[in-house]
């Protein structure tokens, strides 16, 4: 009975098969995606950690895919830039063809879906969680694409921590029909919970707008945090010794 | 069995720096290389050309930084010939990347790209470990580098004359040797910019002095003993 064994966090392969594994290096954390009134918001922090170091505090982790799509991922950043690189070429390909058509979101998610999952089945995986989300012909669409392929639609999406930390959150709050506003104020919610609760998230984000109009990313921008509890200020008043 | 620790980051001995400023680049890099706890070279160049515009800052491993580093520089070549004129500092980096991320199972570097171009003027591309390319006002390498993301959040600034940012660089390897075992030996720096490029070497007897490090001196017999004026008897 042969089972896959996930040894310390590596995907390692049956004994007797040619081993093939990764680790990953500069990591991206969590990114949240929802609908909207108007299309879709996805919200991602600009940090590349490299192991417990905050190595890098400008990584856009949300890209523009052609005009419909928007990719938002967490994971190792080197494998992020290489599916740029292969949506790219997809993208370029889909304009040469010049016939009136033009891939729309469901379609590069299915791409996307392909591809971690035939990288999965070699044992080598594109060590990446993804957030597809896009709007064409009025229609929304919101995904998700996990680094073994585990792949699924829904109303709102997280990766990473945002699992954890943001997905009860949005289950709670998230209703048909949110405005700009509230969803923008929905997503600031999350990242802020995100801000205090995972060591890996970093005080500068870019929430991406998309809608039938088109994408718009915005500029990095930090959020403010409250920490002004009497709890916090005496936190062992009556109890010398305890945290 | 090996365990991997995934919140260790794998870090490499040496210190490299990369830094931008109103003009060109500073490229800067200690000089020791460590085979475990011994020196095999006290005084290695780890700043390696490129082109005549664009050089490498390697750290990791010395056999594989240099075989990327010949492959780089045999491409750029052709590259150049074909091109008819310098390459500019991205496609060199886009080198390097490709490289470092088709081979990311085999290789150990940590790479800084930087040069000068008439399109883009000064640049400074990372190629951490994995093989992502991050393209940075300043960038800072190896294992020393780990001394050094406090001072450069403190010190850095956008903008700095050519001086300033050579001796930012100086000053920031300096500090990385004082406090990392696998850095030490001499400062090297490379200067790039419109009017060429530039190299300077500091020997530690240059370099200001830190914490709890003492000015050199040839003797002890100078300050102390039949010199001065005699070993004091102890007393009991």
Same mark, same amino acid.
């Given at each position: 009975?042969?089972?896959?064994?996930?040894?310390?966090?590596?995907?390692?392969?049956?004994?007797?098969?040619?081993?093939?594994?990764?680790?990953?290096?500069?990591?991206?954390?969590?990114?949240?995606?929802?609908?909207?009134?108007?299309?879709?918001?996805?919200?991602?922090?600009?940090?590349?950690?490299?192991?417990?170091?905050?190595?890098?505090?400008?990584?856009?982790?949300?890209?523009?895919?052609?005009?419909?799509?928007?990719?938002?991922?967490?994971?190792?950043?080197?494998?992020?830039?290489?599916?740029?690189?292969?949506?790219?070429?997809?993208?370029?390909? *889909?304009?040469?063809?010049? %016939? =009136?058509?033009? /891939?729309?979101? $469901?379609?590069?998610?299915?791409? @996307?879906? +392909?591809?971690?999952?035939?990288?999965?089945?070699?044992?080598?995986?594109?060590?990446?969680?993804?957030?597809?989300?896009?709007?064409?012909?009025?229609?929304?669409?919101?995904?998700?694409?996990?680094?073994?392929?585990?792949?699924?639609?829904?109303?709102?999406?997280?990766?990473?921590?945002?699992?954890?930390?943001?997905?009860?959150?949005?289950?709670?709050?998230?209703?048909? *029909?949110?405005?700009?506003? %509230? =969803?923008?104020? /929905?997503?600031? $919610?999350?990242?802020?919970?995100? @801000?205090? +609760?995972?060591?890996?998230?970093?005080?500068?984000?870019?929430?991406?707008?998309?809608?039938?109009?088109?994408?718009?990313?915005?500029?990095?921008?930090?959020?403010?945090?409250?920490?002004?509890?009497?709890?916090?200020?005496?936190?062992?008043?009556?109890?010398?010794?305890?945290? | 069995?090996?365990?991997?620790?995934?919140?260790?980051?794998?870090?490499?001995?040496?210190?490299?720096?990369?830094?931008?400023?109103?003009?060109?680049?500073?490229?800067?890099?200690?000089?020791?290389?460590?085979?475990?706890?011994?020196?095999?070279?006290?005084?290695?160049?780890?700043?390696?050309?490129?082109?005549?515009?664009?050089?490498?800052?390697?750290?990791?491993?010395?056999?594989?930084?240099?075989?990327?580093?010949?492959?780089?520089?045999?491409?750029?070549?052709?590259?150049?010939?074909?091109?008819?004129?310098?390459?500019?500092?991205?496609?060199?980096?886009?080198?390097?990347?490709?490289?470092?991320?088709?081979?990311?199972?085999?290789?150990?570097?940590?790479?800084?790209?930087?040069?000068?171009?008439?399109?883009?003027?000064?640049?400074?591309?990372?190629?951490?470990?994995?093989?992502?390319?991050?393209?940075?006002?300043?960038?800072?390498?190896?294992?020393?580098?780990?001394?050094?993301?406090?001072?450069?959040?403190?010190?850095?600034?956008?903008?700095?004359?050519?001086?300033?940012?050579?001796?930012?660089?100086?000053?920031?390897?300096?500090?990385?040797?004082?406090?990392?075992?696998?850095?030490?030996?001499?400062?090297?720096?490379?200067?790039?910019?419109?009017?060429?490029?530039?190299?300077?070497?500091?020997?530690?007897?240059?370099?200001?002095?830190?914490?709890?490090?003492?000015?050199?001196?040839?003797?002890?017999?100078?300050?102390?003993?039949?010199?001065?004026?005699?070993?004091?008897?102890?007393?009991?």
């Amino acid at each position: 009975m042969d089972l896959i064994q996930i040894r310390g966090g590596n995907l390692v392969g049956h004994e007797s098969d040619s081993q093939r594994t990764q680790y990953p290096y500069v990591t991206g954390t969590s990114v949240i995606g929802i609908k909207y009134k108007d299309g879709i918001l996805i919200a991602a922090d600009m940090g590349g950690s490299y192991g417990s170091t905050i190595r890098y505090k400008s990584v856009e982790r949300i890209k523009p895919i052609g005009k419909h799509s928007l990719l938002g991922a967490s994971g190792e950043i080197s494998d992020f830039q290489e599916i740029l690189r292969n949506l790219d070429e997809l993208i370029l390909y *889909d304009n040469m063809w010049d %016939d =009136g058509n033009t /891939l729309g979101p $469901k379609e590069v998610h299915n791409y @996307l879906t +392909r591809m971690m999952y035939n990288r999965r089945n070699k044992f080598n995986p594109l060590w990446n969680s993804l957030v597809l989300g896009g709007v064409k012909n009025g229609q929304k669409y919101l995904g998700t694409v996990s680094m073994i392929g585990v792949h699924y639609e829904d109303n709102h999406v997280a990766t990473g921590f945002g699992n954890h930390l943001a997905k009860p959150i949005l289950r709670d709050e998230w209703h048909e *029909d949110l405005s700009f506003e %509230d =969803g923008v104020r /929905l997503l600031e $919610k999350c990242m802020r919970v995100l @801000l205090y +609760r995972d060591r890996s998230a970093v005080n500068k984000l870019q929430i991406a707008k998309l809608t039938e109009e088109g994408v718009t990313v915005s500029p990095p921008y930090a959020l403010k945090t409250h920490w002004e509890f009497n709890s916090f200020k005496n936190p062992t008043a009556g109890a010398e010794g305890s945290w | 069995m090996e365990k991997f620790d995934l919140d260790a980051p794998h870090s490499t001995g040496t210190t490299i720096i990369g830094v931008t400023y109103n003009g060109g680049v500073v490229l800067g890099a200690d000089s020791r290389t460590s085979n475990g706890v011994y020196v095999a070279n006290r005084a290695s160049d780890k700043i390696t050309k490129l082109t005549d515009n664009v050089y490498l800052c390697r750290s990791g491993s010395a056999a594989d930084t240099q075989i990327v580093s010949d492959y780089v520089r045999y491409f750029l070549h052709q590259h150049t010939i074909q091109l008819g004129q310098p390459a500019t500092v991205k496609v060199a980096a886009s080198l390097v990347r490709l490289l470092a991320y088709n081979n990311k199972d085999m290789l150990q570097a940590g790479l800084i790209v930087g040069g000068w171009d008439k399109y883009n003027g000064g640049k400074i591309y990372g190629v951490p470990l994995g093989g992502t390319i991050i393209e940075q006002p300043f960038a800072i390498g190896g294992s020393g580098s780990s001394y050094l993301y406090g001072f450069f959040d403190q010190a850095w600034k956008e903008g700095m004359t050519k001086d300033e940012a050579e001796q930012l660089v100086v000053k920031a390897v300096s500090l990385a040797i004082a406090r990392d075992g696998a850095s030490g030996g001499v400062v090297r720096t490379v200067i790039i910019n419109e009017e060429g490029v530039t190299r300077n070497f500091y020997p530690g007897d240059r370099l200001p002095l830190w914490h709890e490090e003492l000015e050199p001196q040839n003797s002890l017999l100078d300050t102390w003993g039949a010199a001065a004026t005699g070993p004091e008897p102890m007393s009991m």
